[in-house]
């Protein structure tokens, strides 16, 4: 099915650690972008990219990268995970910056670091 | 002061009952958007408004671009329809800016 897709869906860090969360989209979609959710907040953006090669930085990119080497995947890393990292990521695309068609959503990652 | 503001944060409903949730922003926009996201559970896009109104099913949203207001509203509510409602705007800067969002829980 057509779609972004997530991986993993859970993941339990310990403080230090780093990982990469997965983002895939088949819509060839020009832009993707990174989300955290946390309890009481809006999501808030962390990294964009508006095409195979372009990212840029979001509201809160510190202790984030990514990289966009294929208009299909996304990565986000977590350099060196900190338990303020604790969140829930939602990796978003759609045709435009302007999401003028709407957006696609994937369904999240549960990250608990410890 | 958030940009994108919602009411209620909560709202509990019988079946059967109209359902009204409000977005207010602060900033200029060129788009709306209303999601929903179902407890543990992704996040689906409902409607993108730029202006006037739009209807899927059971769902009406509305955009006043005067006031910076929107409201959804849920006809004959279902628990299924249960979960939070989020509110979005694509502001001047082309990023999607998001409201805190409102639980809705419709018991039976």
């Known amino acids: 099915n057509a779609g972004v897709t997530q991986t993993p869906k859970f993941q339990v860090l310990k403080t230090g650690q780093s990982m990469t969360l997965q983002c895939a989209q088949d819509?060839?979609?020009?832009?993707m972008s990174w989300y955290r959710q946390d309890p009481g907040m809006g999501l808030r953006l962390i990294h964009y990219?508006?095409?195979?090669?372009?990212?840029d930085q979001g509201e809160v990119p510190n202790g984030y990268n990514v990289s966009r080497s294929t208009t299909e995947d996304f990565p986000l890393r977590l350099l060196s995970a900190a338990p303020s990292q604790t969140s829930v990521y939602f990796c978003?695309?759609?045709?435009?910056?302007?999401?003028?068609?709407?957006?696609?959503f994937g369904s999240g990652t549960r990250l608990t670091v410890v | 002061k958030n940009e994108v503001e919602q009411s209620p944060q909560n709202l509990t409903a019988q079946e059967g009952e109209f359902i009204t949730i409000n977005c207010s922003y602060s900033?200029?926009?060129?788009?709306l958007h209303w999601l929903q996201q179902h407890p543990g559970g992704g996040i689906v896009s409902l409607f993108m408004?730029?202006?006037g109104k739009k209807k899927h099913g059971r769902l009406i949203a509305t955009i006043n671009i005067q006031e910076k207001h929107s409201s959804l509203h849920i006809t004959a509510s279902h628990p299924r329809d249960s979960a939070v409602y989020i509110c979005?705007?694509?502001?001047?800067?082309?990023?999607?800016?998001f409201g805190t969002g409102t639980l809705l829980a419709v018991q039976p």
């Open positions: 900033v200029g926009i060129s788009a």
């Open positions: 990219s508006v095409g195979a090669g372009i990212t």
């Open positions: 978003a695309s759609s045709y435009s910056r302007l999401g003028s068609l709407g957006y696609t």
């Open positions: 819509m060839n979609h020009e832009y």
């Open positions: 979005a705007v694509t502001g001047a800067t082309n990023k999607l800016i």
């Open positions: 408004l730029s202006s």
